[in-house]
């Protein structure tokens, strides 16, 4: 096997990462928005690449993944136009009238529909549709809405791992691995559901006390009907319909972004008062040039060889200590950093090391597992862990200015005793399966 030799080219495309990464990571220092970071290096990325001749602007385009791209713009665009019809809000207030004031059983439901939604949702987007109704509930029954926010963020960030398109980082993994949906579901599945149980069997001990008093009776005043019934049902019955594209999308030879198209063409056409304009308006433009950003400069790092320059290093490791803990190191490592910074940009950092490492021999298939896991988990274990728990964060302090008790607030001292044991023990439920089905995990295939 050829021994890459280090060179201008891998020493200019690793400085700019460096840079750019280290720039993402220390946002909140420097005050500079983590898109024009990502922006910047890109443009440096190119000129540079040019310059010495490893990367060029038509091979930058190239190395955008655009199914990404396409496929969260077109999902962002189908919640835009589902959130009006109120909907959601009926869903809410179902489940309130179900659990007829036991409290944890209202926990339960809730963290299910969560749940639920962030299989085929963005995990910021379910709780950002369902963090204010969360507060009104509690509220109408006057009970803390602690538990219950903190039970949507956790239990929303570990849904979201569970299927290729939950969360941002499974779609980086899953285009980059060749991982289709099917597969990411078929190994991630059991894993997360495992880690679902033992979250939702956690909080009822950490907030028993919260959990066990009377609640009023649910106040029925405030509730809006269904505005839009055609649009909510015919948003339900295409999201069913592309759940089986999602599954069948390999046989007909159809990307994911593809399925995600059909499905909002045909919801358009479903909803007669759909204001087009207004619906495409709410996707996140900002957060969509990130990806595009981050692909740009990833892309120039490997056409420079650097990142099969860095796997070489990795292979004697891996040797020495073995591939399972090399995996279940990841894994952990993966959620330390999560838990401290953002999973996307470090998402993207990690998966051209492990191309790397793929080109030098070593089988990286159980690390595509790994990633994912500790991506996912790692989030729940701080309140800057992902932009779900940040929102959740903003909405509980807002609710307690409002109030004029602090108490109400999330804060991050109370995440950091609510949150981390529940991080730590995921991640020791999710080591021992994978531990207990590591051949499964290793000769997956991908």
Request: with cysteine; hydrophobic share 55%; glycine share 10%.
């Amino acid at each position: 096997m050829e021994t890459l030799v280090w060179n201008t080219d891998m020493a200019v495309s690793g400085l700019i990462l460096a840079v750019t990464f280290i720039a993402i990571f220390t946002e909140g220092v420097h005050g500079i928005h983590r898109v024009k970071c990502a922006m910047g290096g890109a443009a440096m990325m190119i000129v540079a690449g040019q310059i010495f001749g490893f990367y060029h602007p038509e091979e930058a385009v190239e190395a955008i993944d655009w199914n990404v791209v396409f496929l969260l713009g077109g999902m962002m665009t189908i919640v835009a136009i589902m959130i009006p019809t109120g909907g959601f809000q009926q869903m809410a207030y179902a489940i309130a009238d179900f659990s007829k004031g036991r409290l944890f059983l209202l926990l339960a439901l809730m963290g299910t529909l969560v749940t639920v939604l962030s299989l085929l949702l963005d995990n910021v987007t379910t709780v950002v549709i369902f963090g204010p109704l969360i507060i009104l509930i509690c509220q109408s029954l006057r009970v803390s809405a602690i538990p219950f926010l903190l039970a949507a963020a956790l239990l929303s960030d570990t849904g979201g791992v569970a299927t290729l398109v939950g969360d941002p980082p499974n779609l980086m993994i899953g285009s980059a691995a060749g991982i289709d949906f099917n597969t990411f579901v078929y190994h991630m599945g059991p894993m997360v559901l495992a880690a679902w149980l033992v979250i939702l069997f956690f909080l009822r001990i950490l907030f028993k006390q919260e959990l066990a008093v009377e609640p009023a009776k649910l106040d029925m005043s405030d509730r809006e009907p269904l505005s839009d019934p055609r649009t909510w049902y015919g948003a339900l019955a295409v999201l069913g319909i592309m759940v089986v594209g999602f599954v069948l999308h390999n046989s007909l030879h159809w990307e994911p972004w593809f399925v995600a198209a059909l499905g909002l063409t045909a919801l358009i056409f479903i909803g007669r008062d759909i204001d087009v304009e207004e619906s495409f308006a709410h996707i996140e433009l900002a957060l969509l040039m990130f990806f595009v950003s981050l692909f740009i400069i990833v892309g120039g790092v490997e056409h420079s060889e650097f990142l099969r320059y860095i796997g070489q290093f990795v292979v004697p490791f891996v040797e020495n200590y073995g591939l399972f803990t090399t995996c279940i190191l990841l894994m952990w490592v993966s959620a330390m950093f999560s838990a401290a910074i953002d999973n996307i940009p470090f998402t993207a950092a990690m998966i051209p090391i492990i191309i790397g490492m793929e080109a030098q021999g070593i089988n990286v298939s159980p690390m595509w597992w790994s990633l994912a896991v500790g991506v996912g988990m790692g989030g729940n274990g701080t309140h800057l862990g992902s932009t779900a728990n940040v929102f959740i964060v903003t909405i509980s302090e807002k609710m307690a200015k409002d109030q004029g008790d602090p108490s109400l607030a999330i804060t991050p001292g109370l995440w950091f005793r609510k949150g981390l044991p529940v991080m730590l023990l995921t991640l020791v439920s999710c080591s021992i399966i994978m531990a207990l089905f590591w051949e499964f995990f290793e000769q997956s295939g991908v």
